[in-house]
């Protein structure tokens, strides 16, 4: 048997002949899914303005004291979502996509935003899970005047619920240093610039991938993905490198 067949198919009862045929099916269906990976990837466009915002957003991450952090965020990401709903939901829908996201339309708010996102399959599953985590404490912090219950919201928030991007991001070439002596808030902050980061760039590309008829997360995080995400990373990288220095 040729070594150019697939081991689960070299198992099979059939006939050599019968063999090479479904290898050869097999391997012209991978190549036309790798064409049309890379035709979506080549013809990727998104707003331009996408990369000055989250830039602006990065530096008041950087910035901002701590407990404006979840108000900022969870309004950047709100903004997202709603253009990512004008965007992608169809023309023809009665009233119109703003009819959808404004007054008492069922995408009128963050919170139907991000768990009808959710429920559409429009973006990462871990990305909107964290933004709803984000929402509750904001919610929370809102109704709170007391330094010491907002505190105890975000250590929970920090310690307990989110995921530790920082960790991901520990490798020598970008942090020589290592980032494993970040401050409790520093990691906030670095966490909500790598998470808003990711949904900036999932809000340009994840449905219009889905709309391809192609799995957006393995287009838009392997291989040779979309430039959108270099720019956007480099940014995340740049605000990380600030915050650790103690801008």
Known sequence: MSDWIDKDIASMEMSDAEKNGLQFFRNFEKAIAKRRVETFVSGAS??????????????????????????????????????????????????GPKDLVTGYGPLANFSSRVKLAFAFGWGSEDVLGELDLLRKLRNDISHKWRTSEFEAKLVDLV????????????????????????????????????????????????????????????????????????????????STKRIQAGH
């Open 46 to 95: 998104w707003d331009p303005e996408v990369i000055p915002s989250f830039e602006q957003f990065a530096t008041l991450m950087v910035e901002e004291e701590e407990r404006s952090l979840p108000v900022i965020a969870c309004a950047y990401a709100d903004d997202l979502l709603k253009d990512m709903f004008l965007r992608e939901l169809p023309r023809h829908v009665p009233g």
């Open 159 to 238: 310690e307990n619920r989110q995921s530790p991007i920082e960790a991901m991001l520990d490798d020598a070439k970008h942090f020589p240093n290592g980032l494993g002596e970040l401050t409790r808030q520093q990691r906030l902050r670095v966490r909500l610039i790598w998470l808003l980061g990711r949904l900036t760039y999932e809000c340009q590309l994840w449905v219009p991938a889905l709309k391809a008829s192609l799995r957006p997360f393995q287009v838009l995080y392997s291989g040779a993905p979309p430039k959108l995400l270099e720019a956007m990373s480099s940014l995340a990288i740049s």
